[in-house]
């Protein structure tokens, strides 16, 4: 069984950078895609940013994506999901997610984590 625990977020301030990391663990959760979805109040859960089991090969969606940067420490199996310039609206529950296939189809993802909330404020 696989379990991803989620770390980082809470109350971030807009314009400010903030650092969320995802922590795999069970002996198969090393072979998975790790991934961020978020998931804003009111609105349906989508895919921020994916990174291969590798951590050579990474994924975005079109949220403006130069303020977010994914990396993977393999040795830890961490994801680490760092948003720049925080904006209102970066908010919402952010999931961890690992997938067999295919990270970035919401459908296609076998393991969620439990959520962390980010709040930004001005």
Known sequence: QVQLEESG???????????????????TSRNLAMGWYRQAPGKEREFVSGVSV???TTSFA??????????RDTAKNTAYLQVDSLE?????????AASWSE????????????????TVFS
Do not use: H
């Open 9 to 27: 977020g809470g109350l971030v301030q807009a314009g400010a950078s903030m650092t969320l990391s995802c922590t795999g663990s069970g002996p």
């Open 54 to 56: 590798s951590g050579k």
């Open 62 to 71: 079109s949220l403006g994506n130069e303020r977010f940067t994914i990396s």
């Open 88 to 96: 209102p609206g970066d908010a919402g529950v952010y999931y961890c």
């Open 103 to 118: 990270i970035g189809v919401a459908r296609l993802v076998d393991y969620w984590g439990e959520g962390t909330l980010v």
